[in-house]
């Protein structure tokens, strides 16, 4: 008995430290300079990013936690904290993931996969290129771990058929894994489906009073950032990986034919394809006046009501405790706000440092893009977002800009298998490994960052005067 309690107190040490820390510091005297409500959000942020990070309990848990907590700790009452874990971004994330369930069920990846060889021929060099700019712009506009998901079977065909020895193909998986997966974290802040994260950092702007972000006005700050990045992107991870293979005759001549037997596009893909379409016209065009989480769930009615896919699929496939966990971090980065603690927190950041940023502007978002990028590689990029989101929007400059650039840099965890969700998905093959992306990561994280400054200088401020 003894050992099995010291074995769970092993297995649950972070979960113990994290209530214990809390408990100490909800009885030391508060601070007086925040109110009482703004002090015990702190406590509960801090107690949420121990669990994030260490993963002591699963993560919608950690979503329960949040709403129990704020009733508890007197921050919110019932009704207030339940309402704030509905909102349209919460439906919009919702929507996307049972719309990456409905699209992945017509079975377009392979099509998909003959496409890019049917654009870049056998050498290896193009097909990475053509795998790194497909998952660009397709996780542009739905969630990256469904774009990984298309792709990976395929890339990893492509490897077996070159060889079946690992050593032999071990730098051409290395190459085409990080291709996809690379190319997934780039475009994934070019819209606002490209990531939970940027329907996070719209709330919070609406919510805020700070902005309206619609989809197309989103992609007018972001697209043109990730364009610039994809060439320079993909020309440094071709110089990082560099295997010996330069053609893929054999392997792509047995992949064509694999895929061939699939035949032509029946009537049920085609119309998948159609709702797709429209629903992002809608997403540009409407998202505005009934916002882009209702759009996602009509486009759900709409692959549901045309047989494309059944609920208990959508009901069995979607991640509802992904839903859950989005939903919490946005309840407490509202709270942060309400309660003035992302205020006091950015006030004690500014009295170190202030004097610093103030002379230099650009410091305020090097420092904004350094730290956002260092904590979305150690957690995930949502919860970065929702925690990080209402002290840098309190920075001293800018708002709206580094809520944007807090939102952007949360996509940059290149150097980490967990910092993204593609990472986590190609380190499962277990071909990659924590050195590779570090190796590979930090050159892009880099060139990200850099870009990321220069729109923030140059580019960024000409659209504030835009409507």
Known sequence: ML???????????????AIALGTAMYHLPYPGTLSPAGYRTLILTIIVIILLISEAVPLPAIALLIAVLQVVF????????????????????????????????QGLDARLTLLILNLTGNSVTRIMWGFFIISMLLTSFMGEHTIVAMLLPMALTLVRNTS?????????????????????????????????????????????????MTYSRWMVFAYPVMLVQLPFAGWLLSRSIRPHQTRLDDSVRK???????????????????AFFVLIF?????????????????????????AGLVQWQEINSRTNWGVVLLYAGVISL????????????????????????????????????????????????????????????????????????????????????????????????????????????????????????????????PLLLGSP
């Open 74 to 105: 007197a921050i919110g009452k019932p009704g207030d904290v339940a309402s704030s874990y509905m909102s349209d971004s919460v439906f919009f994330i919702m929507g996307s993931l049972m719309l990456a369930v409905a699209i992945v069920r």
């Open 164 to 212: 079946d020895d690992p050593a032999e193909v071990k730098d051409l998986a290395k190459l085409f894994l990080f291709a996809i997966a690379y190319g997934s974290i780039l475009g994934s802040f070019g819209t606002p489906s490209g990531g939970a994260r940027n329907a996070i950092m719209i709330e919070y702007l609406s919510d805020f009073g700070l902005a309206k």
């Open 333 to 460: 980065g509202l709270q942060l706000k309400n309660t003035g603690a992302a205020v006091w927190i950015t006030d004690h950041i500014l009295g170190l440092i202030g004097v610093f940023l103030d002379q230099f502007e650009v410091l305020r978002y090097l420092l904004v893009a350094v730290m956002t990028t260092l904590v979305v590689n150690v957690m995930s990029p949502s919860a970065s977002v929702a925690v990080l989101g209402p002290v840098f929007m309190n920075f001293g400059g800018n708002q709206v800009l580094l809520g944007m650039e807090t939102a952007v840099a949360s996509a940059f965890g290149f150097m980490t298998v967990i910092g993204s969700a593609a990472g986590m998905i190609i380190a499962s093959t277990g071909l990659v490994g924590a050195k590779d992306f570090l190796r590979v990561g930090w050159r892009l994280t880099l060139l990200a960052n850099g870009t990321l400054l220069l729109a923030l200088l140059f580019y960024w």
């Open 281 to 305: 016209l809608a997403w540009v065009f409407l998202s505005d006046r009934i916002g882009i989480g209702i759009v996602a769930l009509g486009g759900v009615f709409l692959y549901l009501a």
């Open 3 to 17: 050992r099995a309690f010291l074995y769970w107190v092993s297995q649950k040490r972070w979960l113990l430290f």
């Open 255 to 273: 992949l064509r034919e694999q895929v061939s037997e699939t035949g032509q596009l029946n009537p049920q893909q085609m119309l998948s394809i």
